[in-house]
């Protein structure tokens, strides 16, 4: 954007703000906020210099995951997602893997941790066997693992006190249970009939969630179950989702044993990966390397993406000189039968099965588990220290066939089964990883619109440590139009299922000093065919740099852009006023400053400042900004309150910012703001006993440039809407 352009955009800002442009708009408050935050940023970095602290971290610690959330917040991108609720399930689940207990972890554990190696692993694991973790700085006295390392692993993991020791069978138990009740405030129009006419939603605007959790060394078993706002619930066992699970997990031949509902992810993640992954969201070091993780319970709340059944992996015999060489062969095999929603098109045909959670409306319970999908799956799998190699072969079948649409998944017919080879190559600091993938049943599965006939799928890299202090990594993918795995999810442009895409990706982490980290990355990709709702193959890319400098002990500054840019298409009149579609492109650029500043044991602070700017072929461009401060108070260990407040104003939806939010323990908040307005939320944590605690969360935002909020049965009256979430957490 040019400089007069640039002072053009401030100078209307300005006057629309002050109210001397334009409709008059009563905010008087949202200057004099900017303003104070403006100057409370300079008074952090007048002042961080001198003020001591006892650099004491309110960090992932096994009982609060705030700050691990917020690093999911920013490194995944919702704009990767159809919908928030599909977000808000892959975060989930996420949510549900980390952080690890460096206390109790196995290596397989461990190794889930990004950035981990099975050096820094083992290293962790000779260090307990003679001493505990008190906290996570205890890391930095592990030979091999320095300050850097720390900061970097200590998003992820927890120090968690080890369990007390039991004998046989009951080793280690323990056990957890969540109650959680959350309502937005007033309620939507969808929940109030007119003119003698029904409500449109069929229950409650309450949101109630509920999980029980027992586990041992060996065992673990859990029950989830939710309802959603505007579902039916009646009580006790009217909770529309439920999801339970029993576990073993063993060192014998049997590794591990599941019976209900758990994840399945394998190779590169191209024939049968669940939702748990990073993305390009990652580290950018090694964010196209996915590191298989076999067969897990699964416990979150998320209701597209998991098997329910049973599943088993077991570890096979080998002789001897192959044993002391440290290979090992793992056999995996699951099935899963379990019931769907689709929407039916005519007769006996369906579109594919909807990710979408709820069934509030007449039209949602009507379809509800209207399909049954069986899901047979297995994989073998040779490791050695220095090298694997897998085969992996899922079978997908429904009991209705799918007539696909322009606009969702290219799946076609009733079934389809995929097959792939992933090898991995350790030489010294080199790592060599792909996988190769394929459609063997040609005549049920089609790409897009019906075309395209290349039913493989490629994902291969490089990773690299060189020189010291620098990391690397470089990958390729190519999937072809043709191909679908329905449970596939492997690297690249968007989450989900790997088709109708190739690209490269490079990225880096550097360390050019102690306290300074940069880390980046590179895409760029291409369609060969047309995309969902598209008549154009399409290409772009995207470019990301992060910026973190450790002032000193308890301050940190972070700074971070990211900027994509992708083909699209729009409507025009030709000179016959014929409507007709023609390629063009959109971009967009987003920037965030924020610190972190740990003022003493009680108090931290976290400022921050985000802008976006939004292009579109054609259109002028639109922009966006944020401010946004929180504040941690923990007054005892039993006590502690987050506050936190924003302003923010963008030009229209297509420059709509993210806001994090601090929430209930477990529970992801990324508040999606567009329009003028503010917002503010408070979390009270209280925790009498070491087994009790209990939180409420009160959120409030404010529009100054609508007369109501939200659209269609979910908007509500008033350009004011709060929310209230209560949440206790016993721990046996």
Not at 36 to 45: D, E, G, I, V, Y
Not at 202 to 221: D, K
Request: hydrophobic share 35%.
């Amino acid at each position: 954007m040019a400089r007069s352009q640039a002072s053009d955009w401030f100078v209307s800002r300005t006057a629309k703000i002050s109210g001397t442009a334009g409709p008059p708009l009563k905010v008087p408050g949202l200057l004099l906020m900017a303003l104070l935050h403006a100057l409370f940023l300079c008074l952090t970095l007048l002042l961080s210099a001198d003020t001591a602290h006892s650099g004491i971290h309110f960090g992932a610690d096994g009982r609060d995951r705030a700050e691990l959330v917020q690093h999911f917040s920013h490194a995944i991108d919702p704009e990767d997602f159809e919908s928030m609720e599909d977000w808000e399930a892959y975060v989930q689940e996420l949510m549900d893997l980390f952080p690890v207990n460096i206390n109790s972890a196995s290596e397989h554990e461990l190794l889930l941790i990004p950035g981990m190696t099975r050096r820094l692993a083992d290293a962790i694991i000779t260090y307990r066997k003679d001493r505990r973790f008190s906290s996570i700085d205890d890391l930095s006295n592990v030979p091999g693992i320095g300050p850097v390392t720390t900061e970097m692993l200590r998003p992820w993991v927890s120090a968690g006190s080890q369990r007390r020791r039991h004998r046989g069978w009951a080793k280690g138990i323990g056990a957890q249970q969540f109650f959680r009740f959350q309502q937005s405030f007033p309620a939507a129009s969808g929940y109030y009939g007119s003119d003698g006419q029904p409500a449109h939603f069929a229950g409650s605007p309450a949101r109630l969630y509920h999980r029980q959790t027992v586990s041992t060394t060996g065992i673990s078993a859990n029950l989830t179950q939710v309802k959603l706002p505007g579902e039916p619930y009646n009580p006790p066992y009217g909770f529309d989702f439920t999801s339970a699970h029993l576990a073993y997990q063993g060192s014998g031949m049997f590794r591990r044993i599941v019976i209900g509902d758990y994840s399945a992810r394998f190779g590169q993640g191209l024939v049968l990966w669940s939702n748990a992954s990073f993305g390009k969201g990652g580290p950018a070091h090694t964010a196209p390397f996915k590191r298989s993780q076999g067969v897990t319970p699964y416990r979150s709340s998320g209701q597209t993406r998991f098997f329910r059944g049973a599943a088993a992996e077991a570890s096979v015999p080998l002789p001897r000189y192959l044993r002391q060489t440290g290979s090992e062969l793992i056999l995996s095999a699951m099935r899963s039968s379990r019931y769907r929603s689709a929407v039916e098109v005519e007769g006996d045909t369906i579109r594919p099965p909807s990710g979408n959670p709820y069934h509030r409306t007449e039209s949602e319970l009507a379809r509800k588990n209207n399909v049954r999908e069986i899901v047979h799956g297995a994989n073998i799998s040779w490791s050695h220290p220095n090298w694997k190699l897998g085969i992996t072969r899922v079978s997908y079948r429904l009991d209705r066939p799918v007539l696909p649409h322009p606009n969702s998944s290219p799946f076609n017919g009733a079934k389809h089964q995929a097959s792939g080879l992933d090898g991995l190559l350790r030489i010294g600091p080199i790592r060599i990883f792909g996988e190769l993938a394929r459609i063997t049943n040609r005549s049920l599965v089609s790409g897009p619109h019906g075309a395209g006939d290349d039913k493989t799928a490629l994902s291969a890299g490089i990773m690299a440590a060189y020189p010291d202090g620098a990391e690397w990594a470089l990958a390729v993918r190519d999937y072809g139009p043709g191909y679908w795995s329905e449970y596939g999810n492997g690297f690249g442009e968007g989450a989900g299922v790997p088709t109708n895409q190739s690209g490269w990706y490079l990225g880096f982490r550097l360390r050019p000093a102690a306290r300074l980290h940069l880390s980046g990355f590179l895409d760029r990709f291409r369609f060969p065919e047309p995309t969902r709702g598209n008549i154009w193959p399409g290409r772009g890319w995207e470019a990301n740099l992060q910026v973190q400098y450790r002032q000193r002990t308890g301050l940190q500054h972070q700074f971070g852009v990211r900027y994509k840019e992708r083909s699209t298409e729009r409507e025009i009149l030709d000179d016959f006023h014929r409507r007709t579609r023609i390629p063009g492109s959109t971009g967009r650029l987003t920037g965030r400053y924020q610190i972190n500043w740990q003022v003493h044991q009680k108090l931290f602070l976290r400022s921050r400042i985000e802008a976006v700017m939004s292009a579109l072929s054609g259109n002028s461009d639109s922009h966006g900004i944020a401010f946004s401060k929180s504040v941690r108070w923990q007054q005892t260990r039993k006590l502690r309150v987050d506050l936190g407040w924003s302003l923010f104003e963008t030009d229209d939806f297509s420059a709509r910012l993210y806001q994090y939010e601090y929430d209930l323990a477990q529970v992801m908040t990324s508040r999606m703001l567009h329009g003028l307005g503010r917002s503010s939320y408070t979390v009270i944590r209280f925790q009498p006993l070491n087994w009790l605690l209990a939180e409420m969360k009160y959120a409030r935002i404010r529009y100054f440039d609508r007369p109501a909020v939200g659209s269609g049965h979910d908007q509500t009256p008033g350009p004011v809407r709060s929310e209230l979430g209560l949440q206790i957490r016993l721990s046996y």
